[in-house]
């Protein structure tokens, strides 16, 4: 059974900066393209993907988070945890941020995390 399990999320001044952790157990990585990913959903806005990390090393970034967020993995145990650096925060970043994992990295993801809120204060 897969399970994602996000923390991290809380709130923080603009500027400021949060580390989201992605503990994803269960899942296969059954090839290079199999990857890891944080999305986030705003309120009455349409879910766009911040960062996504594959297993053969590409990693690829939104528009809008570009140069402040950073996408890693690490290992725990048997598990794969990514995590999401996020700096230089600004309020347009506040939203529900959802980890997820697929096998070849393509929408639709097919398992997704609960996910953990980020609210950023002007």
């Known amino acids: 059974q897969v399970r994602l399990v996000e923390i991290g999320g809380g709130s923080v001044e603009a500027g400021g900066s949060l580390r989201l952790s992605c503990r994803a157990s269960g899942f296969t990585f059954s090839s290079s393209r199999s990857c890891l990913a944080w999305f986030r959903q705003a309120p009455g806005q349409e879910r766009e993907k911040v960062a996504s990390s594959s297993v053969g090393g590409n990693s690829d970034y939104g528009d809008s988070v570009k140069g402040r967020f950073t996408i890693s993995w690490r290992h725990a145990g048997n598990d794969k945890v990514v995590d999401l650096q996020m700096n230089s925060l600004k309020p347009d970043d506040s939203a529900m941020y959802y980890c997820?994992?697929?096998?070849?990295?393509?929408?639709?993801?097919?398992?997704w995390g609960q996910g953990t809120q980020v609210t950023v204060s002007s």
């Open positions: 997820a994992a697929d096998p070849i990295c393509s929408s639709p993801f097919n398992f």
